[in-house]
């Protein structure tokens, strides 16, 4: 009796172990890039510019591939109005409503499938007859958009990790806080735009308004985003643009991304290492040498720079048919590469594992202006940044590997209905000829074509690689049966199923 009890505590115990060794969640560091404002066409328009092929980028050949709905509350109450249906309820909603695939299609499909009828859909302003209420835009903004990837959640335009007015809660936990909550894992979060706007805001702070930069901004007299993220949050990196030397001089209190007393308290920091934009440096070599001085001493590492808007000064790429090649702005500013390995020398230091959100944020702004060059610049940006990871992750020095790494590419929207004319196929270096007037930019050539220079609702690009890639294949067509297509949520659910495993 007493024999079999023994027996039978050390089979339970090893049953246990099997079963939690089974379990245990593969993915220890996450690695997410967001190509703000990216659609499939501007993913192959920098592909043929600087490889002459359509799917030449390095998260084209990731083993991981899939098409993502980006809806928000708004985008659906707009739908569902229409309609004559009710609004968004958490409960009891239907997912048709905020992105109809047979309206729509099941992939961004190129222009020669573009019906007028499913532009329409995807755009409604493209109708001079749209009903004024759908001029607005129909689709999310990257504020709601960064808060479905970051906690899972669907809200409305402009909340940063917040649920929509009438909701239940208020502010959501995002992947970052809930990773280093139940593993110990540390936090990054890089963008090549200010720090305090919309996507970073949302994997670092909780905020109702997307514009709250900082508290006394605009006499905004709540907790700012800055000051969330700086003394609240806290995460291990942080960096990005808003330097305010250049952006906001003066300190005046309706402008910039940072104020004079979350400046001075960063530069004299005991907590972070503290590393600026200066005139006539290197931007990429101080960073470099910040990270490496924060990793020594076991600090977190606070990086600033940007330029007069605020963000990096893009790359720019040249206009010579057969050599593609790309210029730097300036090289006070790092790349976003240079910002990534900076974060990854100091993250990968963390036995317990990161998260790190790395956010080409310059996509979007130059879609905004229908500036294909300034894109093509932004798009090589971010591919420079991912192969900059990817290289990572296979060197043998470091604790990172595809079997504890999980690294995913996506977007938080599309941008400007970006169609490339196939009868006019741009050879590899060649841009078109662009006629930028009062921040808009035409192409006389029809080598390209813009239909808005606002956000779409059309589907965007996931790709994805190592631990815990499988965890996509559960949401595919969960929302949209009789499709693969998955929704911006679930892109949070993979992640945290991957990173701490499912409920
Ligand atoms: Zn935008």
């Not at 209190?253 to 979350?262: M, V």
């Not at 060649?430 to 220079?453: H, I, M, N, R, W």
Request: hydrophobic letters at 35%.
């Amino acid at each position: 009796m007493k024999r079999t009890a023994r027996i039978s505590a050390a089979l339970t115990a090893a049953l246990l172990w099997f079963a939690a060794a089974a379990w245990a969640a593969p993915a220890k560091n996450i690695i997410l890039f967001i190509g703000d404002g990216m659609h499939l066409q501007h993913e192959i328009a920098a592909s043929n510019y600087l490889f002459g092929a359509d799917y030449s980028l390095v998260w084209h050949g990731f083993p991981y591939k899939n098409y993502v709905t980006t809806w928000d509350t708004s985008t659906y109450n707009l739908y569902s109005i229409m309609q004559g249906k009710p609004t968004f309820d958490p409960d009891n909603f239907n997912p048709i409503y905020g992105y109809n695939p047979e309206k729509a299609g099941t992939e961004p499909s190129p222009m020669s499938e573009d019906t007028m009828e499913r532009l329409k859909y995807l755009f409604p302003d493209y109708s001079k007859k749209t009903p004024p209420l759908l001029r607005k835009g129909p689709a999310t903004d990257s504020a709601s958009a960064g808060t479905a990837i970051s906690t899972g959640t669907k809200t409305e335009h402009t909340r940063i990790a917040w649920d929509f007015e009438g909701s239940e809660n208020g502010k959501l936990k995002s992947i970052s806080e809930i990773m280093r909550e139940t593993n110990g894992a540390s936090i990054g979060v890089v963008s090549t735009v200010p720090f305090s706007h919309a996507t970073p805001a949302t994997f670092s702070s909780h905020n109702k308004g997307r514009n709250n930069f900082y508290t006394g901004f605009k006499n905004y007299a709540g907790f700012g985003i800055a000051d969330e993220i700086l003394t609240a949050t806290r995460p291990d990196v942080v960096i990005g643009g808003g330097h305010p030397s250049h952006n906001n001089p003066k300190w005046e209190t309706t402008k910039g991304y940072i104020s004079k007393g979350l400046y001075e308290s960063s530069v004299s920091s005991g907590e972070y290492i503290f590393v600026e934009r200066r005139a006539g440096e290197d931007g990429a070599g101080l960073l470099s040498a910040a990270a490496t001085k924060a990793a020594t001493e076991r600090k977190k590492l606070f990086g600033l720079f940007g330029g007069a808007d605020g963000s990096f000064e893009h790359p720019i790429p040249r206009d010579e048919p057969g050599a593609p090649a790309i210029d730097r702005a300036t090289d006070e500013n790092p790349l976003l590469r240079d910002v990534v390995l900076s974060a990854l020398e100091i993250l990968s230091s963390n036995e317990n594992g990161f998260f790190l959100l790395a956010e080409q944020g310059d996509i979007d702004w130059a879609n905004h202006a229908n500036n294909f060059s300034w894109m093509i610049g932004a798009m090589w940006d971010l591919n420079e940044a991912v192969r900059a990871a990817v290289d990572f992750i296979d060197r043998p020095d470091n604790d990172l590997d595809w079997e504890n790494t999980l690294l995913i590419v996506t977007a938080d929207h599309a941008n400007s209905l970006m169609r490339l004319n196939p009868e006019k196929k741009l050879a590899p270096g060649d841009l078109p000829e662009q006629k930028c007037v009062a921040a808009l930019c035409e192409y006389p050539g029809d080598e390209v074509f813009y239909s808005t220079s606002g956000h779409t609702n059309e589907l965007v690009s996931v790709y994805a690689k190592g631990a815990g890639v499988e965890e996509f294949h559960k949401y595919e067509g969960s929302w949209y049966p009789g499709t693969r297509l998955i929704d911006n949520t679930h892109v949070f659910k993979t992640m945290k199923d991957a990173a701490v495993g499912s409920e």
